[in-house]
């Protein structure tokens, strides 16, 4: 069995080597598979004591950010991932993710989502193609309350832009809209769209140029005899060591660990939707409106504006069937396709009968209750288990990681309402 403990390049596992920025992010067109711009072979200085001080499986968002902030912590680290960073089954890949800090007065939300704000727009103003688009974020509710109330005073403390605005006022600044049973909406001027699989691949490029290590490998579920992991082993039977573990892995925990994991975390189907406006008709761009969340509707549907010329988005946040990220259809069906229709028909009604420009199923990886996953693996001292981030998980990506970065580093201390004990199996 090969032991891959130092990352001297002997094996045949591919791990990342030094890439310009204009390879990874030169523009749209080259902003493409981090996996084969990075496969090729070099050598990484070895520990004193040999093998890596962390190892982060995973490399959507929650993985690259870990990595990345464990890096900046002078920690020597390799991130690992079976098909790439941000790769086309990934709930952080595709093209885009809403970020807002409307979180119904949720403290931790709503703090570590502005974090990551400041975090997201530094990495844009870094990169030659924008990953944040300030489009703006609009909430439609179907009444008012003393809740969203609550929500805008938390926000307000914290200095973010936010306003509430009565409905007329949104048909006279939106006529594109339809809002019938809508009474209020609630309006982030700062917030906005998020290049998903831009900004992981940009962001694990730079975790490479200043130092980090990346492979693409497969992995089996851990196993240990004792109370700390020794090593993971890879699927062509490479093992690999390090004093500490980082498993972020999406709808791919439960598989990893069935005992541990199991039902804590159901991925489920999600079907999005890009729609084709009119030819020349600017209303539904990212200059005259905002993203949304239509707060009233029964599916809780949410959406985009036409950003970099990929058509109007609309997905639904209500959670589909339970699948299998390694063997779900991927295909939209036509009874999703015609339901979307009937809701843009009612809320946009200028987008109902144009042509559906491309569609997307990805996934959820929900927790029972919500909320993140982030705790150390019950029986392993030296194993963290990252994840659950339930449709709501890839804003927090910059706040999540440097929260992880402390606790695998040991300044940090475990969230009560993210850990084990505060989740329970679905059904």
Known sequence: MADLGNGDGAHSVRFGTPVSRRSMIGGMATVGTLSGTMAGKASAPAR?????????????????????NLQRLGRKVLLVDAWGPAHTR?????????IRTEYAGDPLYTRWA???????????QRHESPIFHPVGALYLYPQDSAGIDR???????LGIAIEKIAVSDMARRWPQIGFDGVMVGVLQPGMGALMARR?????????????????????DPPQATGGALEAITGSGGERVRADQFVFACGPWLPKLFPDVVGSRIVPTRQDVFFFAPEPGDARFDGAHLP???????KDLHYGFPDIESRGFKIALD??????????????????????????????????????????????????????????????????WIVGGGSGHGFKHGPAMGRHVAGLVSGTGTIEPRLAFASHRPHG
Do not use: K
């Open 48 to 68: 004193s004591g040999g093998g890596w001080d962390v190892v982060v499986v995973g490399a959507g968002v929650f993985g690259a950010w870990t990595a990345w």
């Open 151 to 157: 929500s805008i005073a938390l926000q307000r403390s």
């Open 114 to 124: 502005w974090e990551s704000l400041a975090e997201w727009q530094a990495l844009s």
């Open 90 to 98: 990934a709930s952080s890949g595709g093209e885009t993710r809403l």
């Open 318 to 383: 209500r959670h589909g069937p339970a699948i299998d990220p390694d063997v779900m259809d991927r295909r939209i069906d036509d009874q999703a396709l015609q339901d979307v229709r009937d809701y843009l028909a009612r809320r946009f009604p200028g987008l109902a009968r144009r042509p559906l420009a491309e569609a997307r199923v990805c996934q959820y990886e929900n927790s029972d209750n919500g909320d993140l996953l982030i705790d150390r693996h019950p029986a392993w001292a030296n194993a």
């Open 199 to 219: 900004s992981v691949q940009a962001l694990v490029g730079e975790f490479v140029r200043a130092g980090g290590f990346y492979r693409q490998c497969a992995i």
């Open 291 to 297: 993203a949304w969340v239509d707060a009233g509707s």
